[in-house]
């Protein structure tokens, strides 16, 4: 008796990177990620209490409902973002309800837009840029943070936890890791000394605030009427409403 096999329907998820940042060959670099619709499956795995104290809930979720053949730690940030909230979509729907001081807003994540980027600021294929310090004028090369990064500065950090739990570099770890060279000098030990010794606090804001403008992301904000009447853009708070709509 031949076995019967259930098709899942999918869709196909534009990236924000349109995976011009992707090497050639890398399946992302087509842009498109294809993703199944969620089933009871995932519901299981986003009320796994193991998965969610070890905070990687949401990776299992993606890596069960990403059908392509891709690798999801090569996932710059703003791409993640974009199949996360198809993720939302597909399996709860694309109206989304949250409470932001006091008052219930409801945005429907379909509807939600891309960041424009400046294709020309980007080489084919190479996560790499670069950027002068304002401040002390030095110049750096850097890369976009990754799914794969951040697990790396995560295993940083908890191995350093252990030697100081009330005192954790964080932001410096990050830039350890984001920045590729100083002034032309690749060599790892070399850019780790210069943000512990001579990354200024004001070119490192500098620093963050041109990776923010430049990579590539969904637009994850909505309209609201402040006190005074005007209209204000502002980001979408995730809570636990998200991926657990209330009937």
């Known amino acids: 008796m031949e076995e019967n096999k259930f098709q899942f329907p999918s869709e196909i998820v534009e990236l924000p990177s349109k995976g011009i940042i992707y090497p050639e060959g890398n399946p992302l670099s087509s842009g498109k990620i294809e993703m199944k619709y969620m089933t009871a499956r995932e519901e299981d795995i986003i009320t796994n209490q193991n998965y969610i104290q070890k905070g990687i809930v949401i990776d299992k ?22 199949i996360m909230v198809a993720a939302r979509v597909l399996g709860y729907g694309k109206d989304y309800t949250f409470d932001y001081l006091g008052k219930d807003y409801t945005v429907d994540l379909s509807k939600l837009e891309d960041k424009i980027i400046d294709e020309s600021m980007f080489t084919s294929g190479i996560n790499e840029f670069e ?47 984001l920045i590729l060279s100083v002034n032309g000098e690749t060599d790892r030990k070399h850019v780790r000394e210069f943000v512990d010794t001579a990354l200024l606090a004001r070119d490192a804001k500098a620093l963050r605030d041109y990776i923010i403008k430049i990579q590539p992301d969904i637009k994850f904000i909505f309209d609201r009427e402040t006190f005074s009447g005007e209209i204000e853009e502002t980001e979408i708070p995730i809570t636990s409403n998200f991926f657990f709509p209330n009937d």
Do not use: W
């Not at 392509?68 to 993640?80: E, P």
């Not at 990064?149 to 908890?158: A, G, P, Q, R, S």
């Open 61 to 82: 979720l993606l890596r069960s409902l990403v059908i392509s053949d891709v690798n999801l730690d090569d996932l710059i940030t703003g791409d993640k973002n974009a």
């Open 131 to 177: 950027f002068i310090l304002p401040h002390s004028q030095n110049k750096v090369t850097f890369q976009l943070m990754t799914d794969g990064l951040e697990k790396k500065i995560e295993n940083e950090l908890k191995g350093l936890s252990k030697i100081n739990k009330e005192n954790l570099p964080e932001m410096s770890t990050r830039m350890k890791y």
